[in-house]
């Protein structure tokens, strides 16, 4: 009997509050997961150069390096082609998600209001054949 795949994320976030949110909601889908967590975009990179994620989700304020800067560079780096890049945040404004989007981001996620919301995104996110979806460079939901 096969073991159930565990995912290997990195959640990129410096807000307490938003990590443990987020933590919670992915204990509620039920996925095996593993969460590795960077608190600024400097952290991330240390954390990619031990391991290539499954997922990376990339909050776009944070300190050092923001998010849009930690996409535009790991784009430049080959060794991240695979990888995708989910990027979360409150904000909506449409030159930053055309940006995003532009830099190579495989999603937008704007950040819920309320815990139900995040678990369904979620559950979103881990049906989805992201080697498929990275391979074909097609953009299914961008926005969610």
Same mark, same amino acid.
């Not at 509050?17 to 909601?25: K, Q, V």
């Not at 390096?65 to 780096?77: L, S």
């Not at 999603?107 to 995040?118: A, E, G, H, R, V």
């Given at each position: 009997m096969n073991s159930p795949r565990v995912y290997d994320i990195i959640h990129a976030e410096d807000d307490a509050?938003?990590?443990?949110?987020?933590?919670?909601?992915i204990e509620e889908i039920n996925v095996p997961v593993k969460i590795r967590h960077a608190k600024d975009g400097d952290v991330l990179f240390?954390?990619?150069?031990?391991s290539i994620p +499954?997922?990376?989700?990339?909050?776009?304020?944070m300190p050092c390096?923001?998010?849009?800067?930690?996409?535009?560079?790991?784009?430049? +780096?080959?060794?991240y082609d695979l990888?995708?890049?989910?990027?979360?945040?409150?904000? +909506?404004?449409?030159a930053l998600v055309?940006?995003?989007?532009n830099l190579g981001a495989n999603?937008?996620?704007?950040?819920?209001?309320?815990?139900?919301?995040?678990v369904e995104k979620l559950r979103y996110i881990f049906s989805v054949d992201w080697s498929?979806?990275?391979?074909?460079?097609?953009i299914l939901n961008f926005v969610i």
């Open positions: 509050d938003d990590i443990l949110f987020f933590s919670l909601a240390q954390l990619l150069h031990q +499954d997922l990376l989700f990339l909050d776009i304020h390096k923001n998010g849009i800067a930690c996409v535009e560079e790991i784009r430049r +780096d080959p060794r990888m995708p890049i989910l990027m979360i945040t409150s904000n +909506d404004f449409e055309e940006n995003a989007k999603m937008y996620i704007q950040k819920p209001n309320t815990f139900d919301d995040l498929k979806e990275i391979k074909e460079r097609s």
